[in-house]
């Protein structure tokens, strides 16, 4: 069985801009996925 018949949700594509703030840092970066579990961010060059 492959993972993708596992998923009661079917995936859809998505693309969003945003900012993570760890500690006294802000980072603007791309949210390429979220799940019940987490998310995929993928952080800019430079911290804002």
Request: charged letters at 25%; proline letters at 8%.
């Amino acid at each position: 069985m492959f993972l993708h018949e596992l998923r009661r949700h079917p995936r859809f594509p998505f693309h969003a801009k945003g900012e993570l703030r760890l500690k006294f840092m802000a980072y603007r970066g791309d949210l390429i996925d979220i799940s019940l579990f987490g998310a995929l961010f993928e952080p800019g060059t430079v911290p804002a």
